[in-house]
């Protein structure tokens, strides 16, 4: 049996995870929107590559502003949030675990429950607590992301909708950290993840279309069963589109990925502070 202390502090790390997932979900998630758009895409996703491959006019999106006008312009500012039900219902189970298992693991590496503790942990040991618990976090919420990716990729006029679906703290923490640092923090960690997480991404939301009904406006579809594994898909991908393809909406992945990350962090200090003043 846990301790009655135990219990409170993955209470208080789950809920003020939830709670600094959802704002910082919310707040960018048109970046998150447009991003998936790109991804999506088969067609070239700049005027650029176009350009080189003497492609005229069979991109549905060539950069990110240009998306950013189509996609207001098509479907107002609500197209910027579509998926965001879903998204929500995805990111704050995934922050919840994430925040409460990396408490875990930080607590059984250290010997301590206690957060200063955690600092002295060598960045072995962090980054290993720190994959488990995100590894956890997205096993726990993956059906909503896949729910949210369908959803964010479709364009005006839908060829698939939910009708269908039924049918198929203070300023300066205890250890002496800032919120700014945290902000510096949290904006480096999710830059730096997403630049080399960004390739699996794709195709994770490759996978996840596969099959799925588009507009013949926003191109060509992803086939049913094109992809027989990862590596496969990799492989498809690099021959198709090249190495450029694997990188599809990176740019605004990028900027999304810091504002995000950084909310996040200061988001859960500050709610962890203020739920833990009112649980004592």
């Not at 922050?95 to 301590?112: P, R």
């Not at 997205?138 to 909708?161: C, H, M």
């Not at 009904?213 to 090249?242: C, D, S, T, W």
Request: charged content about 20%; glycine content about 8%.
């Amino acid at each position: 049996m846990e301790e009655p202390g135990q219990l409170k502090r993955a209470l208080i790390d789950a809920t003020a995870g939830a709670i600094a997932g959802g704002i910082s979900r919310t707040v960018t998630s048109p970046l998150d929107v447009i991003k998936i758009r790109f991804q999506v895409q088969l067609e070239p996703t700049s005027s650029w590559a176009l350009l080189r491959n003497n492609v005229s006019g069979t991109s549905k999106y060539t950069g990110m502003f240009q998306a950013t006008k189509d996609i207001f312009r098509e479907e107002g500012l609500p197209g910027f949030w579509r998926g965001n039900v879903p998204a929500l219902l995805m990111v704050m189970p995934y922050t919840a675990i994430q925040f409460t298992v990396l408490h875990k693991f930080k607590t059984f590496a250290s010997g301590s429950s206690k957060t200063e503790d955690h600092i002295h942990l060598s960045p072995y040991l962090s980054y290993v607590s720190g994959a488990l618990a995100g590894c956890a976090a997205t096993v726990g919420s993956y059906p909503f992301d896949l729910i949210r990716t369908i959803l964010a990729s479709q364009g005006e006029p839908k060829a698939w909708n939910r009708s269908r679906s039924s049918k198929s703290s203070s300023a300066d923490t205890e250890d002496g950290i800032s919120s700014f640092q945290l902000f510096i923090c949290g904006l480096a960690a999710g830059t730096c993840a997403k630049l080399v997480c960004h390739p699996l991404d794709v195709v994770k939301k490759r996978f996840q279309i596969e099959g799925l009904q588009r507009h013949p406006r926003y191109g060509a579809r992803v086939e049913h069963r094109a992809y027989k594994n990862m590596f496969h898909a990799v492989r498809q991908i690099l021959q198709m589109e090249g190495w450029a393809g694997l990188y599809k909406g990176i740019v605004p992945s990028t900027v999304k990925a810091a504002p995000a990350g950084a909310v996040t962090f200061v988001a859960y200090e500050y709610t962890s502070d203020w739920l833990e003043s009112i649980l004592t």
